[in-house]
């Protein structure tokens, strides 16, 4: 679709090479600045990182955290297509919740999280700011597409007195399948982030946001590294996997 | 059953009108053929009769219920197969007597493929079998034979004879020979003067 016209035009080879360069660079301040405090070498965080690896602490909070992420994630879903349902069938509703979803949108995550955990306990804290997050970007994707499907099937499904949810299996959700994916793939990458930049503030214990606070408290850059390392590589399994479960979806909607 | 009886229907679009009193009786349990050019106002007829359009004035009675349609466009579901589509007006029929009628129309080859690899003709017959499979009393059919060949037409002509036996058909055509084969009555629609009536 559009992404294959704004795709540059080099190959996987080509952005390994990169990669591998990045790393040299990387490799050679370290050297150069010669202070592990500042930054370390890739090389100790690959070190630290197979060491965390090795611990039953890190499966734990790493599962801690996923949990909780993906279960305000999931529940934003939910929510954002819900109320993108009931605001493509009343004007009011969507006039209503206009105000909350601009708030949302507009305010600081950090603000969000300092009030929230004003009003939370911080163990459940991620959980509400990753549904934030996805909430006005699932709601306003949703309804878009809704607003987008074609009138002329919806008629043809109203002639033929076609039910509700053979309409939505049917005529809406293919036609929704695009703005699904924007939705999920934007809102998994930022939910994730801001549930960890929650964690970091509010310290839950066992989560991997109180493992970056303790790597900052303990001037850790090898900790800190190598916790960035498993967050985006969390985040980037979490979002091909939703991607992939999503698809094979339409694709057996699709065989019937 | 009753009669499908139109009285007296106008339609205007922006001040432009384009039916005036439209008065016709659609015999109960027959085929009526409307013609006319192109652009004096079936499709919009077409529309008002499926309630997709509201009259400005004029009445309809007799209208049944339960209605079925092939419309100007083909409107099927591009992504899913051709049989999804041509049972999704009746989704309690099992897929073997979906087949079957596609087979009938010269598409048992076609049944697995999705709507938006088949060519023009083809989705044209999906359309058709669709509208007939539908449970109806009343079927709309707008230039449903377009884009068919000769042989194609006349098969598609039969299998919508047979297998709408005592329904009422209200089918627009372009095409004398079409309106001769299906028989019943014919009723014309000739474009507005611009001097009115
Ligand atoms: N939604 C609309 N808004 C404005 N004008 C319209 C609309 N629908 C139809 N018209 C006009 O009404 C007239 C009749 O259109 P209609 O589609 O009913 O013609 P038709 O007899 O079905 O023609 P054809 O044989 O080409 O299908 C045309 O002049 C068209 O431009
Ligand atoms: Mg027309």
Known sequence: MTASIMAPKFTKWHRLAA???ALCVWQL????????????????VALRLFQLLGEGDFYASVGFSLARIIAGFLLGLAAGSLLAVLASRWPLAEVLLWPYITAIKTTPVASFIIL???????????VFIAFLMVVPIVYTNLLEGIRETDPKLLQMARVFGVRPLRRVLYIYLPQL??????AASVSLGLSWKAGIAAEVIGIPEGSIGERLYEAKVYLSSADLFAWTVVIIAISILFEKLFLLLLQRGYARLQRR | MQDIVLDRICKSFDGTPVL???????PAGQITCLMGPSGCG????????????????????GLPRRLSAVFQEDRLLEEFSATLN????NPKLPRAVVRNHLKAVGLADAADSPAVTLSGGMKRRVAIVRAVLATADFLVLDEPFKGLDDDTRRLVMDYLMAETRGKTLLVVTHSAREAAILGGTLLRLAPIAPTGE
């Open chain 1, 19 to 21: 990669v591998g360069l």
């Open chain 1, 29 to 44: 301040a370290a050297v150069l600045l010669a202070s592990p405090l500042l930054l370390v070498t890739p090389v100790q």
């Open chain 1, 116 to 126: 929230c955990l004003i009003w939370l306990d911080s163990a459940n804290l991620s």
């Open chain 1, 177 to 182: 399948r695009p703005y699904l994916l924007t």
């Open chain 2, 20 to 26: 005036q009193n439209i008065s016709a009786v659609l």
């Open chain 2, 42 to 61: 079936k499709t919009t007829l077409v529309n008002i009769l499926l309630g997709l359009l509201p009259a400005d004035s004029g009445a309809m009675t």
């Open chain 2, 86 to 89: 041509a049972g999704f007006a």
